[in-house]
C-alpha cells in the first residue's frame, strides 16, 4: 500500500537558520504530493503542493521538489522564523482516490531567536 | 468566509458514552473527511463521503459512524466511547474531480474519554 515517511522530530533550529524536512514515498502510480502545516491549536493548512515529477511547489519561503527517481518530496526554507514553529505534514494523494490522503507522521519544527 | 466547521471544540466524555461530532462546510464541496490525529502520529482516516448518501470506510472505521444526508454536513458518531479513542479528530472537505486541489481542514475537535 501507499505510505509516507518523514523525518522525525523535534527539530530545533535557530532564527534564520536553513530548514530541511525530508519526506519519501511508496505509491503506485504518480501520486500528488502535498506538504500540509498545523500551528499550535490549529486544524492543518495546505503549505504548497506538487502534481507531477519534477513540479516544484512554492509558498511563504518554503519549496518543495517533486522527484519521482528518488520518490521524495523534501521541504525546504533558506532562512526560518520564530513564526515557522509548527508541525509539518507530508501527504500523498494516489490517483483515483476519491482526493484521500495519506499522511506522514508529523515533523515538528520550534525556532527558536 | 466559513469553509470547514466543527462542533465542540473540546467535549470529554466517559467510558461507554456516546457523543456526535458535527461537521459543515459552506463551499458546496462533495467531498468529506474525518480523520483522527493521535499524538506523535500523522493523520489516519476513519470515514470519507463523496457525495450525500454516500459513505465508505477509511483506515480506522472501527467504532464509529458516519452519516451525509446533505452536501453541507458530515457528522462523525461514537456510540460506546473507549479510550483508545481519545484523539483529536478533524474534518476536511474537497472539490470534486479536480485532483489538483487540496483538502480543506477544520480547527479539530479534542476529545478525550475516561
Known amino acids: 500500500g501507499n505510505s509516507v515517511t518523514q523525518m522525525e522530530g523535534p527539530v530545533t533550529l535557530s532564527e534564520e537558520a536553513f530548514l530541511t524536512i525530508n519526506c519519501t514515498y511508496t505509491?503506485?502510480?504518480?501520486?500528488?504530493l502535498f506538504w500540509y502545516v498545523q500551528y499550535p491549536g490549529e486544524g492543518l493548512q495546505l503549505l504548497l503542493k506538487?502534481?507531477?515529477?519534477?513540479d516544484k511547489g512554492s509558498n511563504k519561503g518554503f519549496e518543495a521538489t517533486y522527484r519521482k527517481e528518488t520518490t521524495s518530496f523534501h521541504l525546504e526554507k533558506g532562512s526560518v522564523q520564530v513564526s515557522d514553529s509548527a508541525v509539518y505534514f507530508c501527504?500523498?494523494?494516489?490517483?483515483?482516490?476519491?482526493?484521500?490522503?495519506?499522511f506522514g507522521a508529523g515533523t515538528q519544527v520550534v525556532v527558536t531567536p | 468566509n466559513a469553509g470547514v466547521t466543527q462542533t465542540p471544540k473540546f467535549r470529554i466524555l466517559k467510558i461507554g458514552q456516546s457523543m456526535t461530532l458535527q461537521c459543515t462546510q459552506d463551499?458546496?464541496?462533495?467531498?468529506m473527511y474525518w480523520y483522527r490525529q493521535d499524538p506523535g502520529m500523522g493523520l489516519k482516516l476513519i470515514y470519507y463521503s463523496v457525495g450525500a448518501g454516500i459513505t465508505d470506510k477509511g483506515e480506522v472505521p472501527n467504532g464509529y459512524n458516519v452519516s451525509r444526508s446533505t452536501t453541507e454536513d458530515f457528522p462523525l458518531r461514537l456510540e460506546l466511547a473507549a479510550p483508545s479513542q481519545t484523539s483529536v479528530y478533524f474534518c476536511?472537505?474537497?472539490?470534486?474531480?479536480?485532483?489538483?486541489?487540496?483538502?480543506?481542514f477544520g480547527d479539530g475537535t479534542r476529545l478525550s474519554i475516561l
Open positions: 463551499m458546496n464541496h462533495n467531498y
Open positions: 505509491a503506485t502510480g504518480y501520486p500528488s
Open positions: 501527504a500523498l494523494r494516489a490517483p483515483d482516490s476519491w482526493g484521500k490522503l495519506q
Open positions: 506538487a502534481t507531477k515529477a519534477d
Open positions: 476536511a472537505s474537497k472539490v470534486p474531480g479536480q485532483w489538483d486541489q487540496p483538502q480543506h
